[in-house]
C-alpha cells in the first residue's frame, strides 16, 4: 500500500509542475469571472470542441464533483452508446457486451453501486446477455445499451453527494437528459441515416434519426420529438470453458488415469485442477432498437415553467446460439467417473493444461433466445417563483422497465464415450481436438436421460414512481436556503418457466431421425488464429426441425410450468420498496464578499421499507413466504470550493453514503437450479443491510485557457456493512431441500452443487486518484490550433473484507469486485469549420467478478481492456454532414478467467463496427 500511495505521489507532482509549467499563452481566454452560474444551456454547438467547453463550464461553477458530456451537434452525442461516452469522464469505466457499452463503474465501485436518473428521476433499465457476461440483469445496475444515445442532450456524473440529490450511491449518480423545446432558439429539425457494417458477421444495417421542435415567438409555448431506429446484426464467438474444477470434484478420474509424477490419489485431488467444460461457442446476435421522447414546455406566465417529458425505448432480438463442449469433465456418475487420462501435462500452478483422455462425453447444442426490453419514462416538471427570493420546484413521474424472455430454447446432442480427446491450454486460444468426426451426426445420439431440452421462458419487470418537492430562499446575495421532501416506490418481478417432466426426459431419436433434425454450424474461428485441430465446424440440432417434427412446443412431454415447477418457482420474486427523504441543505457563496469560497452544507434523513416474497423450503415443502423490514439513516453532506483565482480552484467534499442491497437478493426464497453439468442454488437475504459508506473527495483544477482543464482529484471511501455474494461447494442433501425437487433432471442427492446467498462483511477503505487534462491548441498558429488532447487516469485500490463461510470464521481481503486498480482515457482531435477526426483509445485494467471464486478458485475476473474508437465528419456546407465512425478498432478480447493464476474461463471476440452517413438539419 505504500508503495501504492508513494505513485500516486509521483503521479500528483508531476501533475502539479505541468500546471505550474503551463504557458502563459494560454491564459488569455481566462475567464471574466469567478464561479457564477452557467445559463440555461441553450443548444448552439458547433462540434466536438464546443461540447468540451460547455461541459467545462458546468464543471467548474459546480460545488459537487460533477463531470459532464455535452451534445455536439442537434441530436448528435459524441458517441453511438452512451456508456462510452461516459468512459471519457476520469473514473468512470465501462463493461461492454457484444462489442457494444453496457454498465459503468465509477471509481471502482459497480454498475450496482451507481444510480441513474433520466430526467430528474431514478430508472433501472434492464436487458439480457449471453451466461458468460452475466445473463439477464436482476440488479439495481442500469443497462446503457437499451438507449440509442440520439435522444439525449447531456450527461452528467455527480461523484459527490449533497442533500438535495437522493441517496442510493456509493460510486456516483448518473444524469441523463433528453432535449426540451427551449434549448432552441429557432424552429429546428433534423435527419440522419447512416449504414452500419460489422466486419465479424459481414452484414449491414440501418440507423436512422431525426428531431423536429417548435416554440413560439416569445418562448412561452414549445413541442419537441425525437425518434430513432437502429438495426444490428452481430457475431461473437471463441472458447467457453465454464470455469476450472479439481480432479476429485464430480466423483474424480476413471482409476485407469495416468498423470506423469502423479499417483491417482494425487490426480483426483483439490490441489490438481482441470478446465471444466472445455468448448467453443458462437453468437448469432440480431437487435433491433426503436427509440423516442417528446417533450412540452410551458410558461404561463413570468415566473411559472411547466415540462412534460417523456421517454421510450424498445429493444428487440434474438440470439442464436451453437456450442460444442466435452461435457465428461463436469458431469458425475456416467460422465468424469468413466473418463480416463491417458497422458497428461502438469505446470507449476498445479494445471493439468494438456491431455489425452479415453471415455470422454461430447456435446453440441443450440440455443435460440427472443430478448424483448420495453421501457418509458414519463416526468413533469413544475418550477414556480413566488417572488425573487423564493422559489418552489416539484417533480413527479412514472419510470417502467419491462423485459421479457419468452423464447428460451436449448436443445442438446450427445456422444458417449469418445475416444482420444485432446486439449491444450499452454496457449491462451486453447487447442480442442475431438477424437471423433464432430460434424457427422451419425456420431451423436438423442437419448432420454442424458440429453436436454431446455424451454425457460422469463420475465423482469421493474417500476419506479417518484414524487418530490422543494422549496429555495435567497436569504441574502450570499445565501441560500434549500429544504424538501422525496418520496419513492420501486417494484421489482420477475417470474420463470421451465418443463414440468423435467429437462433430461426426452423422447429419443434413432440415427435417421437426427438426421432429419440436425445442421452443420461452421465458419468459426475467423480472426481467432484457432490452433490447428481445433473444430471449426459442428453439428448442431435444427430447433425449428425439432419443433417442427419432435413437437418440443406441442408435445405433452415438454410442457412447461411456472410456481408449480420445482426448479423455476424459485424465480417468483417480488419486491416492493418505499423510500421517503427529507432534506436541508445552504448554498453559500461569498465571491461578492471578497472571499472566494463558495459550496453548500446539507442533511438527508432516508426512511427505507422494504415488502419482498419468494418460494422457500419449510420442512419437506415449499411454500410462498414474505418478509418485511425498515431502517432510517441520517446523510450528511458538505461541498466546498476555494476559488484561488479565476484560473485555478481547490474543491473539497464529505459525504455519508449508502447503496440499497441487489434488489433480487433481498427475496426471502431460493433457486434450484441443474442444468447441463451446472448444480446451483441460489438464495437470497432479505436482512441484507445497505453498504455505507463515508466519502471524502480533494481535488486542484486549473483551467489555463477557455475549454482548457489540467486536475488531480484525491477521493477515500470507508466502506461497511458490504453486502457480498457468499458461494460454497455442498451436497444437496447438506442444504435442506426435499430429494424430490431433483426428479427429472440428471442430479443425484450426493451431487456437489454451488450454494449463494448474499451476506454483509464488515467491508473496507478504498482510495485512489484522478488526473485529467483537457488541453485545446488554440494557442498554436495556422493548422495547429484546430488540434486538441484530452487525456484521464484513475488509481483505484481496495481491500474489503469478505467471507468465506456461512458462519463468518474465516475470510479473505482482496479487491472490490469491478475495481479496475487502473483506467485510462486519451482522445486526439483536429476541427475545423468543414472537417473533424478524432480517435480514443480506452484502458482498463483487469478487475474481479466474484470473491471468493467456486470450487477452491481464489476469485473469478476479467482481464484487461483496450479499445481504440475513431470518427470523422465532413460538412461540406453548413446543413449538411458526412460522418464515418469506427468502434473497436483493434477487436478487443472478452477475456474472463477464474483464479490468481489466471486460468482460462472465457475468450471471445465481436469484431469492429462501421458505421457511414449523413444528416441533414434545417
Known amino acids: 500500500m505504500a508503495h501504492s500511495i508513494r505513485r500516486g505521489a509521483k503521479a500528483a507532482l508531476l501533475v502539479t509542475s505541468a500546471i505550474i509549467a503551463a504557458p502563459a499563452a494560454m491564459a488569455q481566454e481566462a475567464p471574466a469571472s469567478i464561479a457564477k452560474e452557467p445559463a440555461s444551456a441553450e443548444i448552439v454547438v458547433t462540434g466536438f470542441r464546443a461540447s468540451l467547453n460547455s461541459a467545462l463550464g458546468v464543471k467548474k461553477a459546480t460545488a459537487a464533483a460533477v463531470d459532464v458530456i455535452k451534445a455536439e451537434d442537434i441530436a448528435e452525442f459524441p458517441d453511438l452508446n452512451l456508456a462510452e461516452s461516459l468512459q471519457r469522464i476520469p473514473g468512470v469505466a465501462i463493461n461492454r457486451v457484444n462489442g457494444e457499452g453496457r454498465n459503468v463503474s465509477v471509481r471502482g465501485l459497480g454498475a450496482d453501486y451507481t444510480r441513474v436518473r433520466i430526467n430528474g428521476m431514478e430508472a433501472i433499465g434492464t436487458t439480457g446477455g449471453t451466461d458468460n457476461s452475466g445473463g439477464v440483469n436482476r440488479g439495481r445496475g442500469f443497462d446503457f445499451n437499451i438507449f440509442s444515445s440520439d435522444l439525449f442532450n447531456s450527461l452528467a456524473v455527480?461523484?459527490?453527494?449533497?442533500?438535495?440529490?437522493?441517496?442510493?450511491?456509493?460510486?456516483?449518480?448518473?444524469?441523463?437528459?433528453?432535449?426540451?423545446?427551449?434549448?432552441?432558439?429557432?424552429?429546428?429539425?433534423?435527419?440522419?441515416?447512416?449504414?452500419?457494417?460489422?466486419?465479424?458477421?459481414?452484414?449491414?444495417?440501418?440507423?436512422?434519426?431525426?428531431?423536429?421542435?417548435?416554440?413560439?415567438?416569445?418562448?412561452?409555448?414549445?413541442?419537441?420529438?425525437?425518434?430513432?431506429?437502429?438495426?444490428?446484426?452481430?457475431?461473437?464467438?471463441?472458447?467457453?470453458?465454464?470455469?476450472?474444477?479439481?480432479?476429485?470434484?464430480?466423483?474424480?478420474?476413471?482409476?485407469?488415469?495416468?498423470?506423469?509424477?502423479?499417483?491417482?490419489?494425487?490426480?483426483?485431488?483439490?490441489?490438481?485442477?482441470?478446465?471444466?467444460?472445455?468448448?467453443?461457442?458462437?453468437?448469432?446476435?440480431?437487435?433491433?432498437?426503436?427509440?423516442?421522447?417528446?417533450?412540452?414546455?410551458?410558461?404561463?406566465g413570468d415566473r411559472t415553467l411547466l415540462t412534460l417529458d417523456g421517454l421510450f425505448s424498445y429493444l428487440d432480438g434474438t440470439r442464436a446460439e451453437s456450442q460444442f463442449q466435452a461435457i465428461s469433465f463436469s458431469r458425475s456418475g456416467t460422465g468424469k467417473p468413466q473418463t480416463i487420462i491417458r497422458?497428461?501435462?502438469?505446470?507449476?500452478?498445479?494445471?493439468?493444461?494438456?491431455?489425452?483422455?479415453?471415455?470422454?462425453?461430447?456435446?453440441?447444442?443450440?440455443?435460440?433466445?427472443?430478448?424483448?426490453?420495453?421501457?418509458?419514462?414519463?416526468?413533469?416538471?413544475?418550477?414556480?417563483?413566488?417572488?425573487?427570493?423564493?422559489?418552489?420546484?416539484?417533480?413527479?413521474?412514472?419510470?417502467?422497465?419491462?423485459?421479457?424472455?419468452?423464447?428460451?430454447?436449448?436443445?442438446?446432442?450427445?456422444?458417449?464415450?469418445?475416444?482420444?480427446?485432446?486439449?491444450?491450454?499452454?496457449?491462451?486460444?486453447?487447442?480442442?481436438?475431438?477424437?471423433?468426426?464432430?460434424?457427422?451426426?451419425?456420431?451423436?445420439?438423442?437419448?432420454?436421460?442424458?440429453?436436454?431440452?431446455?424451454?425457460?421462458?422469463?420475465?423482469?419487470?421493474?417500476?419506479?414512481?417518484?414524487?418530490?418537492?422543494?422549496?429555495?430562499?435567497?436569504?441574502?446575495?450570499i445565501l441560500k436556503i434549500k429544504a424538501g421532501v422525496d418520496w419513492r416506490r420501486f417494484t421489482y418481478g420477475s417470474t420463470e418457466q421451465r418443463r414440468l417432466s423435467g429437462e433430461t426426459v426426452v423422447n429419443s431419436l434413432n440415427a435417421a431421425q437426427i438426421a432429419a433434425a440436425t445442421t452443420v454450424f461452421s465458419g468459426f474461428g475467423r480472426g481467432l488464429a484457432v490452433p490447428a485441430g481445433t473444430p471449426t465446424a459442428w453439428v448442431v440440432p435444427d430447433l425449428n426441425a425439432f419443433a417442427n417434427l419432435y413437437g418440443i412446443y406441442s408435445n405433452p412431454t415438454y410442457a412447461i410450468g411456472g410456481i408449480e415447477n420445482a426448479t423455476a418457482r424459485g424465480s417468483f420474486i417480488t419486491v416492493r420498496e418505499d423510500d421517503t427523504g427529507v432534506w436541508g441543505m445552504g448554498e453559500f457563496n461569498l465571491a461578492d464578499r471578497d472571499i472566494p469560497l463558495r459550496g453548500d452544507i446539507g442533511l438527508r434523513y432516508v426512511n427505507t421499507k422494504q415488502f419482498s416474497t419468494g418460494y422457500a423450503s419449510q420442512g419437506a415443502t415449499i411454500n410462498l413466504v414474505t418478509a418485511n423490514r425498515s431502517y432510517s439513516r441520517l446523510l450528511p453532506s458538505a461541498n466546498v470550493v476555494y476559488d484561488i483565482n479565476r484560473q485555478l480552484l481547490v474543491r473539497f467534499g464529505a459525504a455519508k453514503t449508502l447503496a440499497r442491497a441487489g434488489i433480487a437478493s433481498l427475496t426471502p426464497g431460493g433457486s434450484l437450479s441443474v442444468s447441463g453439468g451446472s448444480r446451483t442454488f441460489s438464495a437470497g437475504n432479505p436482512d441484507l443491510r445497505p453498504t455505507e459508506s463515508t466519502n471524502l473527495d480533494l481535488s486542484v483544477e486549473y483551467y489555463p485557457a477557455r475549454g482548457a482543464i489540467y486536475s488531480v482529484a484525491y477521493f477515500q471511501k470507508n466502506i461497511s456493512s458490504f453486502a457480498q455474494t457468499l458461494s460454497t461447494a455442498v451436497p444437496f442433501s447438506s442444504l435442506g431441500l426435499p430429494a424430490s425437487l431433483l426428479t427429472g433432471t440428471t442430479a443425484s442427492a450426493s451431487d456437489v452443487f454451488i450454494a449463494s446467498t448474499p451476506v454483509n462483511s464488515s467491508g473496507g477503505m478504498l482510495r485512489g486518484f484522478e488526473v485529467n487534462m483537457q488541453q485545446p491548441f488554440s494557442f498554436l498558429r495556422g493548422i495547429g490550433k484546430n488540434f486538441g488532447v484530452l487525456g484521464n487516469f484513475t488509481y483505484v485500490s481496495s481491500n474489503i473484507q469478505y467471507l468465506t463461510s456461512a458462519d463468518g470464521s474465516t475470510s479473505v481481503t482482496a479487491p472490490l469486485v469491478g475495481l479496475s486498480k487502473y483506467a485510462a482515457n486519451g482522445t486526439l482531435y483536429y476541427e475545423d469549420k468543414k472537417f473533424s477526426v478524432r480517435g480514443s483509445v480506452a484502458y482498463r485494467s483487469k478487475y474481479l467478478t466474484a470473491v471468493p471464486g467456486t470450487e477452491g478458485q481464489s476469485w473469478n475476473g476479467t482481464n484487461r481492456t483496450i479499445n481504440v474508437d475513431a470518427q470523422i465528419t465532413y460538412a461540406p456546407i453548413e446543413r449538411l454532414k458526412f460522418s464515418l465512425e469506427m468502434i473497436n478498432l483493434t477487436d478487443a478480447l472478452n477475456d474472463q478467467y477464474v483464479d490468481a493464476t489466471n486460468r482460462l474461463n472465457v475468450l471471445t471476440h465481436s469484431g469492429r463496427q462501421f458505421n457511414l452517413g449523413a444528416k441533414v438539419t434545417f
Do not use: C
Open 158 to 300: 455527480r461523484k459527490s453527494a449533497s442533500a438535495d440529490v437522493e441517496e442510493g450511491s456509493l460510486g456516483a449518480t448518473v444524469d441523463m437528459q433528453t432535449a426540451r423545446p427551449f434549448d432552441f432558439k429557432k424552429p429546428t429539425a433534423t435527419f440522419s441515416a447512416q449504414g452500419s457494417y460489422n466486419d465479424l458477421s459481414r452484414k449491414t444495417t440501418p440507423r436512422l434519426s431525426a428531431l423536429v421542435t417548435k416554440s413560439n415567438d416569445d418562448q412561452t409555448f414549445g413541442v419537441l420529438m425525437s425518434f430513432s431506429y437502429e438495426a444490428r446484426r452481430l457475431k461473437e464467438e471463441g472458447a467457453n470453458i465454464t470455469r476450472w474444477t479439481y480432479g476429485g470434484f464430480n466423483g474424480g478420474f476413471n482409476a485407469a488415469s495416468t498423470v506423469p509424477g502423479y499417483n491417482l490419489a494425487q490426480i483426483n485431488s483439490a490441489n490438481l485442477y482441470h478446465p471444466r467444460i472445455p468448448g467453443l461457442v458462437s453468437y448469432d446476435i440480431d437487435q433491433k432498437r426503436v427509440g423516442a421522447s417528446a417533450s412540452i414546455q410551458w410558461r404561463p
Open 343 to 477: 497422458n497428461g501435462t502438469v505446470d507449476g500452478n498445479g494445471n493439468l493444461i494438456s491431455g489425452t483422455f479415453d471415455n470422454v462425453d461430447l456435446r453440441t447444442q443450440a440455443r435460440y433466445d427472443v430478448l424483448r426490453t420495453t421501457f418509458y419514462n414519463l416526468t413533469a416538471n413544475l418550477e414556480h417563483s413566488f417572488s425573487d427570493r423564493l422559489k418552489f420546484t416539484g417533480l413527479v413521474g412514472y419510470s417502467k422497465s419491462a423485459f421479457t424472455n419468452p423464447t428460451q430454447t436449448t436443445v442438446t446432442l450427445d456422444a458417449a464415450n469418445t475416444g482420444n480427446f485432446f486439449y491444450d491450454f499452454s496457449t491462451r486460444f486453447p487447442t480442442i481436438r475431438p477424437g471423433v468426426d464432430i460434424t457427422n451426426p451419425a456420431n451423436f445420439a438423442f437419448t432420454s436421460g442424458t440429453s436436454e431440452v431446455r424451454i425457460r421462458p422469463q420475465t423482469v419487470d421493474n417500476a419506479f414512481g417518484t414524487a418530490k418537492g422543494a422549496l429555495e430562499w435567497k436569504a441574502n446575495d
